[in-house]
């Protein structure tokens, strides 16, 4: 960042390039959409650029990164108030998909799996903002609680609580599933 706030360009590409995966997957798990992912992304980065000279580290890089894509997400969240419309588990770019052996699977089972993940997906993306990137960060990201608490702007123990109550009302909406 200290390269970055000088001016050199090819201190941020790099910047851009180590953390794009992470900016671009958790926007695409708070939004679902594809459509203004990369937008968003760009965004981001551009703010880092305009910001590089403003920075202080305080807390690690991708915890202020984090923090910025957390300000654009809820913005654009309560810009459109839409529903995403892409599974969460869309892979970033550079990213390997794993490979499933789906053999193994009966066509029931395999559908079965299927459809409990696209409610899964679904339950999550109605939580309210604040715990479902709670959720996504503690999941998906695996970050910290304090970490989380940096990027929320919330105490540890309210980190926990607000993934004890994402918890419990994704339980509540996937109690059919559960039950088998």
Do not use: C
């Not at 360009?9 to 679902?32: K, Y």
């Not at 409990?116 to 960060?137: C, F, K």
């Amino acid at each position: 960042m200290a390269l970055t706030a000088s001016g050199d360009t090819a201190a941020f590409e790099e910047l851009v390039q180590r953390h794009q995966g992470l900016v671009v997957g958790t926007i695409a798990r708070m939004l679902g959409s594809n459509s203004d992912v990369e937008d968003l992304a760009q965004q981001v980065f551009l703010r880092v650029w305009r910001s590089a000279g403003r920075y202080v580290p305080r807390a690690k890089f991708t915890t202020w990164l984090l923090k910025i894509t957390r300000n654009l997400v809820f913005n654009e969240m309560r810009r459109t108030k839409r529903q995403a419309h892409v599974p969460i588990q869309s892979e970033a770019p550079g990213e390997d998909l794993p490979v499933k052996d789906e053999s193994v699977q009966s066509p029931s089972e395999s559908l079965l799996e299927h459809e409990l993940q696209q409610a899964i997906e679904q339950a999550i993306l109605e939580l309210p903002e604040t715990q479902r990137m709670a959720l996504i960060l503690r999941r998906y990201e695996d970050r910290s609680y304090e970490e989380i608490g940096d990027i929320l702007d919330l105490s540890v123990p309210a980190v926990k609580s607000v993934l004890f109550r994402a918890r419990t009302e994704l339980r509540a909406r996937l109690a059919n599933y559960l039950k088998s």
